[in-house]
């Protein structure tokens, strides 16, 4: 049987069709006729069937320590509320929620909080996403509504990419880019991005910036679009406000496009290509994203470029509009109920008036007054002690928060935390005074919003294991429990979905663009078979509306968009005598966030197995690293530990680390560790993205690869990182002491001496331990960085004995194949085959594809097969030519 529901990753929302045999998903494709990825789908997405398997999910709920009935939980949840209530009021109370929720989960939770329990202190993970956007589309719309539709990237001429790199955190609407460009190659591509990212590939032209300085650049443009002739005056006249203050800011902040060039660090050539394409393209699409919004500046940031959309009336037209892509699956769902902390619902604020609506809606008895703690403020209040109790939903903001400390004191600190989590390993979960399980994709059912506004269903397709729940109903059951039954009898999320989409219509006058009261009377059967559908959807537009402001009309008071006067601010982390490095994080192609999900599929680790430091090659060798060695940051904060990638895509001085390991799945591979939560005074959202750092070798004494069946009793210590395979899990090791005995070593750390080893001249051993005939572990140890082949290994643990001769092969370390990096995920297409093929003349991504399958499944790699492919031919012209 199929069923079609949607991804649970980024913010495209792709359709997803899921084939379902047994109570399992056994597969799945793209829907062909969803509007956001029209049946494709990147390698996230296409491997979400690897990930439902029920071992790691947290099964029953646990109230200090002890398994309990769920009314045993519920009952020790609300008596835990109840008791902060009396003894210290309604701001002893918060929520920190995720863009994973479903709107319907969100919509209880904000309702419960902001409407009963009379505290407005419910903040998300959004706030490290999106937050920005959110307060840049409110200065400028008078809403937080994104103006354009995928659709633009078909019928833009001129896209733009600012802090983006779609190829790996967008797939899906990078190959629609690709797609666009390849059927119309006068489109142009531009680049804003520190670094050379796979998103490159496709660049006419790559404006590798200064980190931070993007209102610098924006203002410099609008300036010359002034100073051009180029603006839409009439538009301006007619639609807007504010634009002599902002472009007389502009001017004084960058007078001309030589000061733009200093402060950017941009070529004066590169930058007037630029300004000349923006100048004279009239579809031009802004596709903006975190390199953007994690800043402290991010509002400005997200304004300036917008500055440039309003002064050419590029603003909801075919082709032209500034875009926001969200991060997170659900995150725009988050906004529409009201989610943040500074919002109350529906896109309403916290005016008396809103609050007077919102409570007669709701028939709320104790309604917040004013907006509540930002994320980083309420793990703040958190550790003063003004909170007591915290319930975390669907979130591990032990990693993904900055100022790693900051948030382990806590939730240490924390009279009560309840975490609301579907897997059984998570950083913070190990903080919960009470563990409620919750059920997650595959098993959830409810509505998502993407990044073009569209609400599609996600649907429970299967059980919930164990005794997981939905968090709708968990937190019904709560509300219950002290005493809101009337405002919380909900059976079904088709239900709760009805009431929100009834509160976005309630006394709205057209002044609240978030208007879906037109879906307020689904059936449930409606409700299941609802179609992809884009806001706003009432009486104006039933169907839904593609574009928002096209009619010049904008939400706020006078209906005219503003203007924001904006000045180009530093990065509060610049980099210092002590810490020379400036720092900048981000996702990679194939994990998801803190690896909760994506950290169940083996697959997903070929591409980047292990933390990871890319360093500029001048770096490298002024600090005398290699590729494959271990590079050290540190700062007054913490240390990462990461594998050394030396890559001239970094600016020199400046080094990226990926922002998903924790815990679970590394000793020293937080990227938080280092980030000190310096926030966006607009927005709250943190400056992730800049970080000031020490760079330096790890003094590693030894090196190891370690495989074993079952890693639950392991005690490491040192660098180690965690990679899933097929049939056992492997370890890449390293310490700084070399150990007096190997056998105690093994002993202490692997809770068994190796029943047979051998051992080199050169320092080099291996050993293999055993579980009565069952392969039990093998350990490799070298002076070096290891990089011997796992699979053959990893096939051993799946037989029940080995035979003499895997035994002896097991122990001879010289046959171990080396290990090289997957560049094409779905068909595991090493980047030694695709060398060897361009060497045997494949010189073409067609031939490629041909030979090897690369890149012919989700696609998601053939930015990086075009990029090796240019560098293997330039090299192989090179060689020819030297000869
Ligand atoms: S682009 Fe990939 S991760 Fe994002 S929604 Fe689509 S399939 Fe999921």
């Not at 902001?114 to 407005?120: A, E, I, P």
């Not at 896109?347 to 005016?351: L, P």
């Given at each position: 049987m199929k069923q079609n529901t949607t991804c649970p990753y980024c913010g495209v929302g792709c359709g997803v069709t899921a084939e379902l045999s047994d109570q399992r998903i056994i597969a799945v494709s793209g829907d062909s006729q969803h509007p956001a990825n029209f049946g494709r789908l990147c390698i996230k997405g296409s491997t979400l069937h690897e990930t439902t398997q029920t071992e790691q999910r947290l099964l029953l709920p646990r109230v200090d320590g002890q398994n309990v009935h769920w009314s045993d939980a519920i009952e020790a949840v609300a008596s835990r509320i109840r008791q902060s209530l009396d003894a210290h009021g309604p701001g002893s109370i918060a929520m920190y929620l995720s863009g994973q929720l479903l709107t319907e989960d969100y919509y209880v939770a904000n309702k419960l909080m902001?409407?009963?329990?009379?505290?407005?202190h419910v903040d998300t993970n959004s706030r490290l996403c999106m937050a920005s956007t959110v307060a840049g589309h409110k200065r400028a719309f008078g809403s937080d509504s994104v103006p354009g539709c995928y659709e633009d990237i078909e019928l833009a001429d001129l896209i733009i990419l600012v802090g983006s790199n779609a190829a790996w955190n967008h797939p899906i609407l990078f190959q629609r880019i690709q797609a666009a460009k390849t059927q119309r190659p006068q489109v142009k591509v531009v680049v804003i991005d520190p670094r050379a990212t796979a998103t490159c590939e496709l660049a006419d032209l790559h404006l590798a910036l200064k980190p931070g300085s993007d209102v610098a650049l924006f203002n410099a443009l609008l300036v010359h679009l002034a100073h051009s002739d180029a603006l839409d005056q009439s538009y301006i006249d007619q639609h807007t406000e504010g634009f002599e203050r902002a472009i007389e800011a502009a001017r004084q902040d960058i007078p001309d496009i030589q000061t733009a060039a200093r402060l950017t660090d941009i070529p004066l050539a590169d930058l007037t290509i630029f300004f000349d394409w923006f100048t004279n393209t009239p579809r031009t699409l802004t596709l903006f994203s975190q390199g953007v919004n994690q800043s402290s500046s991010g509002t400005d940031k997200v304004n300036s470029l917008m500055n440039c959309h309003l002064a050419t009336g590029r603003i909801g037209k075919p082709g032209s509009s500034p875009f926001s892509l969200t991060g997170q699956p659900n995150a725009m769902g988050g906004r529409e109920v009201g989610g943040l902390a500074n919002q109350l619902a529906a896109?309403?604020?916290?005016?008396p008036e809103a609050i007077n609506r919102v409570q007669n809606f709701w028939n709320a008895p104790n309604m917040a007054q004013q907006p509540g703690h930002k994320a980083l403020d309420l793990f703040q209040a958190i550790d003063r002690g003004e909170i007591k109790v915290l319930w975390i939903m669907a979130t591990n903001p032990l990693v993904s928060l900055p100022n790693t400390a900051l948030i382990r004191r806590a939730l240490k600190r924390c009279d009560c935390v309840i975490v609301s989590e579907a897997m059984s390993e998570t950083d913070t979960l190990t903080f919960a005074d009470i563990q409620l399980p919750s059920s997650t994709w595959g098993e959830k059912n409810g509505t998502v919003t993407n990044s073009e506004r569209r609400i599609s269903r996600q649907k429970g397709l299967i059980k919930a294991p164990g005794e997981a729940r939905h968090d709708w109903e968990i937190i019904c059951d709560v509300a219950k429990a002290l005493g809101f039954e009337e405002g919380f009898n909900?059976?079904?999320?088709a239900q709760i979905f009805a009431e929100h989409a009834a509160l976005s219509g309630f006394e709205n006058d057209g002044q609240r663009s978030f208007d879906i009261s037109g879906l307020s009377h689904l059936s449930q059967q409606e409700y299941d078979q609802l179609q992809p559908v884009q806001w706003p959807i009432n009486q104006h537009f039933p169907y839904g509306r593609k574009r928002l402001f096209d009619d010049g009309q904008f939400s706020t008071p006078s209906g005219k968009a503003q203007f924001i006067a904006t000045q180009t601010n530093t990065p509060k982390a610049l980099p210092s005598a002590q810490w020379p490095y400036q720092l900048n994080t981000g996702r990679i192609r194939d994990q998801w966030h803190t690896m909760t999900r994506t950290g169940r599929a083996a697959r997903l680790f070929n591409h980047r197995a292990e933390p990871f430091v890319d360093l500029h090659p001048e770096d490298a060798k002024y600090h005398n690293l290699r590729d494959q060695d271990l590079a050290e940051l540190s700062n007054h904060q913490g240390r990462y530990i990461g594998r050394v990638r030396i890559s001239a895509a970094q600016r020199q001085g400046e080094v990226f680390i990926p922002m998903h390991w924790n815990q679970q799945f590394s000793g020293d591979g937080y990227c938080n560790a280092l980030l000190e939560g310096f926030c966006d005074p607009v927005s709250g959202q943190p400056e992730s993205k800049q970080g000031a750092v020490a760079l330096s070798a790890y003094p590693a004494q030894w090196h190891a690869q370690l495989l074993i069946k079952d890693d639950t009793e392991l005690r490491l210590r040192g660098y180690w990182s965690k990679i899933p395979m097929r049939h056992s899990t492997q370890f890449l090791l390293a310490d700084t002491e070399l150990p007096r005995s190997w056998m105690e070593w093994c002993r202490q750390h692997l809770g068994q001496a190796p029943d047979s080893w051998v051992q080199s001249s050169a320092g080099d051993m291996r050993a293999v331990a055993f579980d009565q005939d069952r392969l039990r572990w093998v350990l490799l140890i070298s002076l070096n960085p290891i990089q011997s082949d796992p699979a053959p290994m990893d096939m051993l643990?799946?037989?029940r004995t080995l035979t003499p001769t895997q035994r002896t092969r097991l122990l001879n370390a010289q046959q171990g194949a080396q290990a090289t990096q997957i560049i094409c995920s779905c068909h595991q297409v090493t980047e030694a085959s695709i060398k060897a093929a361009i060497e045997k003349g494949c010189h073409t991504l067609d031939s490629l594809k041909e030979k090897l399958a690369c890149g012919t499944g989700c696609g998601s790699c053939i930015p990086e097969l075009s990029s090796l492919l240019a560098e293997e031919i330039a090299t192989l012209t090179i060689e020819e030519q030297s000869v």
């Open positions: 902001k409407g009963f329990l009379g505290s407005s896109h309403m604020e916290f005016s909900f059976s079904h999320p643990f799946s037989k």
